[in-house]
């Protein structure tokens, strides 16, 4: 890195990056000629004389809009309650009163670890497979 740096400054130092006279002139003379640009300062009281105004105006369209939607609109219709029934779900006692007789209840244990046992010695099974071939492609390599 040090020596690219070296080189990179050498080669800095070789750049000519002198500005010509001319180029000097010219632009001294587009800066003198320019005009100069002031800013004009306005008055506080116009500036908030203006903003009042537009406030104003737009408070007016606003209330002017919301009248506008409100002015025909009729009246609303009396509602009249529907009758519901209170209890939509019938309770679950209920339910299962209807059903005791004819439904047999039958309950026995899952066995869930059968199936379980048996992909374990498949997995132990393809492990011992496996480690078998490695020793046989070791003693063969070696």
């Given at each position: 890195m040090d020596e690219f740096e070296k080189r990179l400054k050498h080669d800095a130092l070789d750049i000519s990056a002198d500005v010509s006279p001319e180029l000097t002139s010219r632009i001294e003379?587009?800066?003198l000629a320019a005009e100069r640009i002031e800013l004009s300062r306005q008055n506080r009281s116009e500036t908030s004389n203006l903003?009042?105004?537009s406030s104003l105006t737009?408070?007016?369209a606003a209330a002017a809009v919301i009248a506008v939607l409100n002015w025909n609109r009729p009246?609303?219709?009396a509602v009249v309650p529907e009758q519901?029934?209170?209890q939509v779900v019938p309770d679950a006692r209920e339910y299962l009163r209807q059903f005791q007789g004819r439904l047999p209840l039958r309950a026995?244990?899952?066995d869930f670890t059968h199936g379980l046992e048996d992909e374990l010695q498949k997995l132990q099974a393809d492990i011992e497979k496996?480690?078998?071939n490695i020793n046989r492609d070791i003693n063969f390599t070696f």
């Open positions: 003379a587009s800066l903003w009042w105004a737009g408070l007016a009246e609303p219709e519901t029934a209170f026995e244990t899952a496996a480690r078998e």
